[in-house]
């Protein structure tokens, strides 16, 4: 199994940054994908962004391209998701995720954190 564990979550106002990350423990594959994904109240889990294994190839939702930059540091099994530029409407649940990178883009990832809370004030 992999266990994924996010930090980083939090309060910030609208324009404001904050960097998540995600440490992968257990049967951790370097050559997996990792990505996030974000779930808003009332609102069905989205895809936000993924890296593939070697840092190089990286997707992100039209919602966020410009403002988010997703990272990984395979020496530490961490996965980062630097948000910039942040907006009310980035406010959700953010989730961790690990899989095949096609499989993560397609939004059906087998390995998932619990969740860190992003909350941007207006």
């Known amino acids: 199994q992999v266990r994924l564990v996010e930090s980083g979550g939090g309060l910030v106002q609208a324009g404001g940054s904050l960097t998540l990350s995600c440490t992968a423990s257990?049967?951790?594959f370097i050559w997996y994908g990792r990505g996030w994904f974000r779930q808003a109240p009332g609102k069905e889990r989205?895809?936000?962004?993924?890296?593939?294994?070697?840092?190089?190839?990286?997707n992100y939702a039209d919602s966020v391209k410009g403002r988010f930059t997703i990272s990984r540091d395979n020496a530490k099994n961490t996965v980062y998701l630097q948000m910039n530029s942040l907006k009310p409407e980035d406010t959700a649940v953010y989730y961790c995720?690990?899989?095949?990178?096609?499989?993560?883009?397609?939004?059906?990832?087998?390995?998932w954190g619990q969740g860190t809370q992003v909350t941007v004030s207006s």
């Open positions: 257990g049967r951790t």
């Open positions: 995720a690990a899989d095949i990178l096609s499989t993560i883009v397609r939004g059906t990832p087998a390995y």
């Open positions: 989205e895809f936000v962004a993924a890296v593939g294994w070697t840092g190089g190839a990286t």
